[in-house]
């Protein structure tokens, strides 16, 4: 995949920088935050996050996370607090948290929640002796996380993992990651997370980016008057693609400003920082 050139970019931002009602929704992990060994050690890059701020102060802008961790994870990990103007997707798009609304989560069947917690202890106990893999708790079920094991110890997890799974519930959702190996009684992915994102705020144009498999959902999901952007050089179906998250970050706050230039909004040197 070929990277998009400054060219490319102005030519889409100027296309969307002027919509009526503006979703801007970010994958969070590699996408506007480094990926780390330590999934919850991860925070949103100073320049990304400059730049997420940016556009919050802006007027028909909504801004929105989306992302596959468990709701009260992404919370943390994007330091989000109770006045937050951010939308928040968790869960692929089963959980949210609306400004003023605080979250809403879905009602799970006690019998969906036990095979959960079963399975878990299950994988937990099949793994443990393999060095640097990590079963992660999430809302729906679990993660498999191999990115500190060696490859033949990664492999074996997943292979193990997979199989308990498919004996036991084989109609769970099976996504894959960056090293790592998602299962869920959750069917919702990232496009369904747009998809109600894109009604809540009655958004007429949606900018969605992302840098994993996960992503491609959502990407493939947008509308003509959409733009999505991939985050990496790779394979996608995204229109623009840049290559890591401080260009990405460029990349927002060059469509906050032509935005504030189309709306004659003040420039953003002179506002204060909405996380301050």
């Known amino acids: 995949m070929t990277l998009s050139t400054a060219e490319q970019i102005a030519t889409e931002l100027d296309r969307i920088a002027g919509a009526d009602r503006l979703l801007v929704a970010c994958d969070f992990d590699g996408t506007l935050a480094p990926l780390a060994d330590d999934p919850m050690a991860v925070r949103m890059h100073p320049a990304a996050r400059a730049a997420v701020d940016e556009l919050t102060r802006l007027p028909d802008v909504q801004v929105a996370l989306v992302s596959g961790r468990s709701l009260v994870d992404l919370e943390i990990i994007a330091e989000h607090r109770e006045d937050s103007p951010l939308m ?3 869960s692929h798009g089963a959980e949210y948290w609306y400004p003023g609304e605080g979250a809403i989560e ?13 399975l878990r202890a ?6 443990a002796q393999l060095d640097g893999v ?25 292979e193990l993992v997979d199989a308990i799974v ?6 769970w959702r099976r996504r894959t990651g960056h090293n790592i190996v998602e299962y869920s009684f959750r069917h919702e992915g990232k496009d369904t997370a747009v998809a109600s994102l894109r009604e809540t705020v009655g958004a007429t144009c949606v900018l969605f980016a992302g840098d994993d498999i996960t992503d491609e959902d959502a990407l493939r999901s947008l509308g003509p008057d959409d733009l999505g952007v991939r985050v990496g ?7 623009l693609t840049v290559p890591d998250i401080p260009a990405f970050a460029a990349l927002l706050r060059d469509l906050a400003r032509r935005h504030a230039a189309l709306r004659g909004a003040p420039a953003a040197e002179s ?6």
């Open 88 to 90: 928040l997707a968790g």
């Open 106 to 118: 879905p009602l799970d069947a006690d019998d969906d929640t036990a095979l959960r917690d079963r």
């Open 122 to 127: 299950t994988a937990t106990e099949a793994t």
């Open 134 to 158: 990590w079963i992660e708790p999430k809302t729906f079920g679990f993660g498999v996380h191999t990115r500190r094991a060696t490859p033949a110890d990664g492999a074996a997890a997943n």
């Open 166 to 171: 498919r004996e036991h519930a084989a109609h």
């Open 233 to 239: 050089d790779r394979r996608t179906a995204a229109q």
């Open 271 to 276: 506002r204060t920082t909405a996380q301050e």
